[in-house]
């Protein structure tokens, strides 16, 4: 293996082509949000757990590994981890500010805890990542 040869995975051949993955991960994050708000479905909940689970660990593992294997860079896997954090704390603003749903009430400030979501979604996503790479230079 060449000293340099994992350069292109890790600042990417491609970032500009990560915005619909990013997007994705926004948009499926935001939707899944908003619709627990909406009917009130708490964390302690079966479908709450999953939910979280599949926005704050699958999503960002998905979009790392498609990121580390299509290329696309580390900093593009990094925001993908992220974007759930972000995406809760402003559709928890949101609605909060507009009264919808069970938004709010919490004991935490919502930045909090989108710092804490975010950090665990930016680990998956260095996994996933990771994953990428190693596939993308095994199989390729």
Aim: glycine share 16%; proline share 6%.
């Amino acid at each position: 293996m060449e000293s340099d040869s994992l350069r292109p995975y890790v600042y990417g051949k491609r970032p500009q082509d990560a915005v619909p993955v990013a997007a994705t991960v926004a948009l499926v994050s935001a939707v899944t949000f908003v619709a627990l708000g909406s009917f009130g479905v708490s964390v302690e909940t079966s479908p709450g757990e999953v939910a979280f689970l599949a926005v704050f660990s699958i999503l960002p593992i998905a979009a790392g590994a498609v990121c580390g294997y299509r290329s696309f860079g580390f900093p593009a896997a990094a925001v993908c981890g992220v974007l759930p954090g972000v995406t809760f704390v402003l559709v928890v603003t949101v609605g909060t500010a507009l009264g919808v749903g069970v938004f709010g009430g919490g004991d935490s400030p919502a930045w909090v805890l989108g710092v804490a979501f975010g950090s665990v979604g930016f680990i998956w996503s260095v996994f996933g990542f990771a994953v990428g790479v190693g596939v993308a230079l095994y199989w390729r």
